[in-house]
């Protein structure tokens, strides 16, 4: 017999897990095309068709952030329906325990949290990725003017009259508040996107807003080569700017995240951010499971009637709003390295977990 109410308890979790999936993310895609055609009001290119197909390669990744309160409303409505329909009652008197039914719920949400996090994270950076590439061309976001890999540093700096600066650097190391680079070469291109002058120089530094060159040479076409040993440049970059320009750390797959922080690092970055999101990406099954607690706490009453229903209901809700505001929070000191990044990015799970058992075990248990 627990079987086979496991099998059915884990039939009406799914459905209502899909159900609930597919209203959600109805309803984001429409806001969210509702978002686009108000930012590209102007743009010509972009059609319905057009806007409707980048918010669906934008809809995966922004799935991920409602996830948590997708299983809380698919565990509420499998509660729901098996008090309405009195199965709840004849399960109880047979002596089955309250968590022999949740049993199946915890495997499906910790089996679907692991999947989401192995499988369908990557899924959704890489078209977030497309979504980026696609946007730009009609005119949605702006260029990454910062770019830092195995190849070097590109820094882009936008001037005056459509005029840009490019900054290049086969390496780069932080120390101290202050960017060393070596083998620098720095291109001014005006308007028309003609290089009117470029400095190279074999080691430097930015520091308070200038770059500081050593040997350097400067060339500008129709004119010798100028050797100088010493000279600045004025930026209006800073070391905290060009943190700000890496890639978000929800745009990048979780299985690439690693190897982005230790290469990060390596050049004297801070990747606390990165590692706050992947702690909070192995956490996040932890948190499913926390959240099936939290609707258990409000749908396992055996009162079936309408305003007791819309009591639970809307203490079911306040409390995941409570609980993602304080994911919020701790997940923004642990950024800021106010608190230890395992303790920001576990704790939610964690607390909501603990305080999900404990009402559990005192409304059913006594």
Known sequence: MILTLIGYVARQFLMALAVTLLAVA???LLFDVIELLRQTARVPEATVGLLTRLSLL??????????????LAAAFITFWRLVRSSELVVVRAAGVSVWQILTPLFLLAMVLGTVN??????????LFTQFERAGRAIGLGSDNPFSLS??????REAGEDGAYTVVHARNARQDARMLHL???????????SRSVRRLDAPTGRMQGGRFILTDAVISVPGRAPDRRPFMTVETGLSITKIEEKFAAPETISFWDLPGFIAFFESAGFSANAHRMHWHALVSSPIMLCAMVLVAAVFGLGTNGRRGAWLARLAGAVVSGFVVY????????LGQSQALPVTMAAWSPAAITGLLGLALVFHLEDG
């Open 26 to 28: 109805a309803l984001i």
């Open 58 to 71: 934008r809809l995966p990744l922004v799935l991920q952030t409602a996830l948590p309160f997708v299983f």
């Open 117 to 126: 996090v192995a499988v369908v994270n990557p899924i959704a950076a890489t």
């Open 150 to 155: 195995r190849g070097g540093m590109w820094l």
């Open 182 to 192: 070596d083998s620098i070469m720095i291109m001014f291109v005006d308007d028309a």
């Open 325 to 332: 505001f304080f994911s919020q929070v701790t997940y923004t």
